[in-house]
């Protein structure tokens, strides 16, 4: 019990005025330890294939892009097929998209029938059989939900979405603010245990000459009321704000910022990495540039390496598929995790940061060499911490090992090769 609770105080920030529960603080460490979720990003857009953000990017107005709702009949969809194809890839959680930028809800929301049960002829409930499926399946669900929408006009214009035909002059804030406090209230009541709630679009309101209040801290209180354990999440770009209980990066490890918007520091939260198999969210039919298996594996330990978990994204089909090349990538991954999964799963960062030649990871004395690009015999650890043996982890056999004031010397039979050469050291 001390144990616990020393390990949930990690997670605590005393800080802040909002006091998480202890269940919120478990599921904070059992989504730390969970290391790799799926990102799935569908709606109508996909239907159009050219990504989520095509109402906007094509400046289409609104009411026409709507029309592709009746023609909406993912005839293939199957939630058992999604899930199982998920799990197997040793993911531990899915985040599903309830409702993007474009507005459409895909579940049968009392809140409008902009949604996947009343406007389209399919007619069913996905995010219903996915949480079943995933319930069933032993696997978590967390929902995508935008702040922005590019269809009511209630939501108050903000720096994107301008080409879609809305009246700002109908902005109505408090309106659309407690329209998205009923939908967020459906989702945390009507399908079972949700793992998180993902918020997106703050980011659209940045630019305001008067800063926008969003009245997070309600919302917040508001999951936190009707489900204590949901963490909560948003995509911001920002440091995390009062009431978060992860902290989210887009595209970027924490502390790299190659994409541009993941310049925030690192605080104590757990972490996580969005990121995408292709180059786009949702649904894209000329974006076939896939990153090959060997890449999505060294990012997941990458991501691991920091202590972050990795949220990979897939973009299925119109008719309720995911892509063959994803499901290629979800095969590997699983077959990477069944062998290997023990180095990531319930590790933090290692002991030494990012190399050249590859990243560690930690489980109490036992430290994961994840070796992915070395040319040579000899790889030197800079360690303060004794190390007792040092193996290859795939046939346990012992590695030539030198100890230097600075740390320790590995000596190889042969230069390691592979997606990812474990070694595996023991230390005090
Ligand atoms: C960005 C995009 C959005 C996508 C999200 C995923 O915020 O606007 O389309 O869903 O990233 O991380």
Known sequence: MAALVATLAVWADNNTTYQPTEANLKARQEFADSKLGIFIHWGIYSMFAQGEWYMTNANLDNKEYAKAASAFYPAQFDAKEWVSAIKEAGAKYICFTSRHHDGFSMWDTDESNYNIVDATPFGRDVIKELADECHKQGIKLHFYYSHIDWT?????????????????????WPHYYAFMNRQITELLTRYGDVGAIWFDGWWDHDQDSIPFDWQLDEQYALIHRLQPACLVGNNHHQV?????????????????????????????????TCQTMNGMWGYKIIDQNYKSPETLIRYLVSTSGKGANLLLNIGPQPNGELPAAAL?????????????????????????????????????TR??????DLNATELFLPLSCKVKKAFVYDTREAIKMRRTKEGINLTFNAIPTGTDYIVELVTE
């Open 152 to 172: 009511r006009d209630d939501y108050p214009w903000g720096r994107t979405g301008r080409g879609t035909g809305k009246d700002p002059e109908k902005a109505d």
């Open 240 to 272: 995390p704000m009062e009431g978060e209980d992860i902290q989210i990066f887009e595209r970027d490890l924490p502390g790299e910022n190659k994409a541009g918007l993941s310049g925030q520091s690192i605080g104590r939260l757990p972490l996580e």
């Open 328 to 364: 290629d990538r979800l095969k590997a991954l699983g077959e990477w995790t069944s062998q290997y999964g023990e180095t990531i799963y319930g590790t933090t960062a290692g002991d030494i940061p990012a190399q050249d030649w590859g990243v560690t990871t930690r489980k109490g």
């Open 367 to 372: 430290l994961f060499i994840h070796i992915f």
